[in-house]
């Protein structure tokens, strides 16, 4: 089979059939997944002709990383209870209302900042497994915690992991293409500041799409979770989102101008934190209404998960903690995971020496390493145990947060077991696993999508990036997947391929929004299973925006603002932004009546 229209069509059907299922039905994902690994199974042995044994090895390799997936949740879930039951999250959660009791001040503060900061140090999901519990603890519904802590996982990805998804995807991504070490020449003469210059494009690009990113957070709060529901409400502190979002983002492109793509994220989320933590206490933009969530008995109860929300919100006099006190393992959760991932001998101890390593499985040569001591995983049981000594607490209290957090991880097992190998088989179709010759599965719908668009690609590339990042639930692997083609496309229509690779990979940080199992792993440490469909219903209108935004800015980039599709498209975007707000703010009462409401 030759007919690269039906080729493609074939490979969307896995990623179709759990859209569809998972959107569209509301299945929950524990049952969508396994069908859709049936699907791209059937898909591989049929129509690309892939060897079984190839499946079977992909599908091992796909279990061993959800494994480390299991084992950084399992960190995360630990470390919620373990502040829960030693009273901790009581004071932290006081802390926060001290600034400000404004659920909307507080999403800003925690999930953006807060998050860009977690991001940065350590990356792979990490941010909306912290952030979530942390917004739960401090009052949050359930599903609007993961929400935040989702949407917040755009902006500051391309960089998370200390740069990760630039110098390990994109660099490895473009590493010996045919036509790079050529452009390297001819440009910055230099391969590690080509990928510089790659990544100074994507932290320009991110600046200017995710600057809406805080006010997205805070309208789509009010606007599913309100009493009113009214996403209005949310413009209601506009300027505090406006000046938080630059108090990441400036930062964090002078960072990639002056370090290069290791910083940006970790030092722009700090510097952003510290600073709107500092004017905050001052009430600079500080709201003059404050808004909460209706009263507990009025929540829905698909907001719930199996956690209460608030829990560890003890009542202090019975149990004081002072607020440095409450915060350390915190802090000694970003001082360690900064310092395993920028002191070089000790990353190295940790990463290479310490790596078990599966060689060659079944023969195949598909390998997969695990660095159990590198992984955040570990970072964060580390702390959970200091913490235990450091709060003074009992036996009996560490017992209990091992058997909660026990309990509530295997809520999430069934659901990733089947998307990491469903997605490693999707991956690792291409000609080296099969007897047809066929271009891979992800690379198959890019060359699809390149063949329809020409020379507008631009507007496609972070979609693809997207896509990438959707199957694989990684900027990394996406870039890793994708940098070589959407090089190759753009040097074939004349773009910028430096622009059009920095597109793909703020597409493909947008892209972390709506990942199966981000969404999975946020889930389990809040105790909210089964509620993927709602939630990407909600994360898929921040991915739109992303793409559209990025895409129309990349092809401005390169063909310049005037008559053109990238023109038109931003255009149309600023303008349907809005028309959009002109609406929630002059139709209060139709805006209520119309928000979509949780069946």
Request: hydrophobic fraction near 55%.
């Amino acid at each position: 089979m030759d007919s690269l229209p039906v080729l493609s069509l074939l490979a969307l059907s896995p990623i179709a059939v759990i859209g569809v299922l998972i959107a569209g039905l509301r299945w929950p994902a524990k049952y969508a997944m396994p069908i859709g690994f049936v699907v791209v199974v059937a898909v591989a042995l049929l129509a690309w002709d892939m060897e079984l044994v190839a499946v079977a090895a992909a599908s091992v390799q796909g279990l061993i990383i959800a494994a480390t997936l299991l084992y950084i949740i399992f960190g995360a879930l630990l470390l919620l209870e373990t502040l829960t039951k030693s009273g901790a999250m009581a004071t932290i959660r006081s802390g926060f209302t001290t600034i400000s009791p404004d659920r909307r001040v507080q999403t800003i503060i925690i999930g953006w900042l807060f998050g860009s900061f977690i991001e940065g140090a350590s990356g792979f999901g990490t941010p909306a497994a912290v952030v979530a519990p942390l917004m739960l603890a401090l009052g949050f519904p359930a599903l609007a915690a993961v929400m935040v802590g989702l949407i917040i996982q755009s902006t500051p990805v391309s960089f998370g992991a200390v740069g990760t998804p630039i110098l390990v995807g994109v660099s490895q991504g473009l590493s010996g293409g045919g036509g790079v070490d050529e452009r390297v020449a001819s440009t910055t003469g230099s391969y590690d500041s080509y990928i510089a210059q790659i990544g100074l494009n994507v932290a320009f690009i991110h600046a200017l799409v995710g600057i809406l990113i805080p006010i997205f957070l805070v309208c789509l709060l009010c606007g599913f979770f309100g009493e009113q529901r009214r996403f209005a409400d949310g413009l209601g502190v506009w300027k505090f989102a406006v000046f938080a979002s630059l108090a990441m983002t400036v930062p964090s492109v002078t960072v990639a101008a002056l370090l290069g793509p290791e910083f940006p994220s970790l030092l722009g989320g700090s510097i952003g934190l510290a600073l709107v933590m500092w004017t905050s206490s001052k009430g600079f933009l500080m709201p003059k209404d404050t808004w909460d969530f209706p009263p507990r008995d009025r929540w829905e109860d698909r907001w719930m998960g199996s956690i209460a929300a608030g829990a560890g919100a003890e009542d202090l006099s019975e149990r004081k903690m002072s607020i440095v006190r409450a915060w350390a393992p915190y802090v000694i959760v970003g001082a360690l995971l900064v310092l395993t991932r920028t002191v070089a001998p000790l990353k190295e101890f940790l990463q290479i020496t310490t790596a078990v390593t599966f060689e060659n499985i079944f023969g195949t040569g598909i390998s997969q390493a695990v660095e159990p001591f590198y992984l955040p995983g570990f970072v964060l049981i580390l702390v959970c145990l200091m913490t235990n000594v450091l709060h003074r607490m009992s036996g009996r209290q560490i017992a209990e947060t091992w058997k909660v957090a026990g309990g509530q991880l295997a809520g999430a097992a069934v659901a990733l077991l089947f998307a990491l190998p469903l997605v490693r088989v999707f991956i690792n179709s291409g000609p080296d696993f099969n007897a047809s010759g066929i271009a891979s599965m992800p690379l198959t719908l890019a060359e699809g999508a390149a063949a329809a668009t020409g020379d507008a690609w631009p507007l496609a590339a972070p979609w693809i990036g997207a896509l990438g990042a959707f199957v694989a639930g990684s900027n990394t692997v996406s870039n890793l997947t994708f940098s070589l083609f959407q090089f190759s496309t753009a040097e074939q229509i004349g773009a910028s391929p430096e622009v059009v690779v920095a597109t793909q990979a703020v597409g493909g940080a947008a892209g972390n929004m709506i990942t199966i199992h981000n969404i999975v792993a946020a889930s389990a440490t809040v105790g909210l299973l089964g509620r993927e469909g709602d939630l990407i219903r909600k994360t898929i209108i921040p991915t739109v925006y992303y793409c559209l935004t990025a895409g129309a800015i990349s092809f401005i980039w390169i063909n310049g603002f005037g008559l053109n599709a990238g023109s038109l498209l931003l255009v149309l975007v600023l303008l349907g932004l809005g028309l959009l707000v002109h609406r929630l703010l002059r139709a209060p009462s139709a805006e209520r009546a119309a928000a979509p409401r949780e069946e």
